[in-house]
């Protein structure tokens, strides 16, 4: 992958601070513009580590902003697109569903019709040069619903998403499907189930549950705290998204999970234990835990069946919850320290 010069949207979020490192590290000579609107959800702190590399650029913007992207075209010729740029919390989606459906829609829109007017002299035809060039559209297991107390999501469930969230991504995901289809673009689409780990925004379950826990405030759960999620620690998802980005076939959509089903009671106990040895004080931090009113549409169990990405592509993931959260630990506690 030498000398290729890749859009990187939604870098300074949490999985995207994470993907562009090692992406950088993994492949020297690859050039990475990261396009990201700084929402609350992207912190350039993040990328510190990275701030001054020669071969990355930080460029601050929407994609909703067609000009925009249509420049940066232009000036960069991009060889890719790795695109995470997403409005992604379902409590504000519930709040304010306009901005998810902009973003989520729109912006996605606009991206893949950018590159496709780039790359493609027509339907199917790809203009010289251009025949390897990849969108590749980053997705929630979210857009699948909502499981019982047995299955897995696979590749060949139907959408069923539940929170305008997940709809907003539900639908940006048949608008990639479309220009495949339609137009012939090489597109691939990775699904992944819940991330966890460092740079993760402070009101995400982990985040709040270790936050919470040190300032001594009460540790909410909604409801009786038995949904369950597959939980994948972002390195590992960081992985998937670059074999899938590398070997993944054109117009494919592949299934990134942990095979880490935990409910969010059984977390918050997990998070109480490690900080009780870790920073251990008169009682055990399990008796901040409260539980709260439910949020409406709350899916009840998400769970990955990622045997596609681990058969065809060779993917595993390198840690399990319990090795996972220690390292996660570690880093919050590290980061609420300062």
Known sequence: MKDKTILITGGAGFIGSNFIPYFLESYNTVKVINLDKLTYAGELSNLKEISAHDNYTFVKGDICDRDLIESLFKTHDFDAVIHFAAESHVDNSIEKPDEFIKTNIIGTFNLLDVAKKQWMEGSHQFK?????????????????????????????????????????????????????????????TTNCSNNYGPKQHNEKLIPTIIRKAISGEQIPIYGDGKNIRDWLYVLDHCKGIDLVFQKGVSGETYNIGGRNERDNLYIAHKICEILDELRPKEQSYKEQIAFVKDRPGHDFRYAIDASKIEDELGWKADENFETGIKKTIDWYLDKYNN
Request: charged share 20%.
């Open 128 to 188: 010289e040069g251009c025949e390897s060039k990849r969108f590749h559209h980053i997705s929630t297991d979210e857009v699948y619903g909502t499981l019982g107390e047995t299955g897995l999501f696979t590749e060949e469930t139907s959408y069923a998403p539940n929170s305008p969230y997940s709809a907003s991504k539900a639908s940006s995901d048949f608008i990639v499907r479309s220009y495949f289809h339609t137009y012939g673009m090489n597109v691939v």
